[in-house]
């Protein structure tokens, strides 16, 4: 019921307050987070609690399958207040192993309006056929697209004017691509960083 999750937070304050009585007169007084999280929108991936953050360090966006369409005026307004007001340091786009948005792309039935939200993945799956049908277990074959996923991401984001703009004036800010397995709650970096002084994507690791 949701007056379980009133409850909840009622306890959750006290306990916060018992801990430190400055907490939340801290936390109101300054918004100032040196991370974007793009992640996916599933209830077992939430980026403070992954990332060990407390909040307020970390500005969050999610949605199905941790997309960056060009179109998504919700992502890009999340990313011009990020960029430009906050002064982030970092967008961090996460995806994760066992992604259902992943595989909902892949399984070739209709799911209803999500699958023009998902088009982007099948496009990278045809892109990299080859490369995924090498992997002869279904499994593997999705961890692989989700990966490559993630790094089609982080070079959209790249191609954004919100990032071309930071970049330009000199803003020290770099985009990184990773991923979270829920089998060991894991953080990976897949190694396809974007910056100013490096703004093109290195090559899928195999």
């Known amino acids: 019921m949701p007056e379980t999750l009133l409850d909840k937070n009622r306890k959750w304050a006290a306990e916060r307050v018992a801990a430190d009585p400055d907490y939340f007169r ?12 793009i992640g996916c929108s599933d209830s077992r991936v939430p980026a403070n ?11 969050v966006h999610r949605n199905v399958a941790n997309l960056v369409h060009h179109s998504d005026l919700n992502l890009l307004s999340v990313l011009e207040y990020a960029v430009e007001v906050l002064g982030v340091a970092h967008v961090i786009v996460c995806g994760h192993y066992g992604c259902g948005g992943v595989k909902a792309a892949m399984e070739g039935c209709a799911h209803g309006v999500v699958d023009h939200w998902l088009q982007p993945i099948r496009d990278i799956a045809d892109a990299h056929a080859a490369a995924l049908e090498a992997h002869t277990e279904e499994a593997a074959r999705l961890s692989a697209l989700c990966e490559l996923s993630i790094r089609e991401q982080v070079a959209t984001l790249s191609r954004t004017p919100i990032i071309r703009n930071a970049w330009a004036r000199g803003d020290p800010l770099a985009i990184h691509g990773w991923v979270y397995s829920l089998s060991d709650g894991l953080l990976r970096d897949l190694d396809c960083r974007l910056s100013a002084a490096h703004p093109h994507r290195p090559p899928p690791v195999s």
């Open 26 to 37: 801290r936390l109101s007084e300054l918004q100032a987070p040196r991370f974007l999280w």
């Open 49 to 59: 609690v992954i990332a060990g953050l407390e909040p307020g360090e970390v500005f």
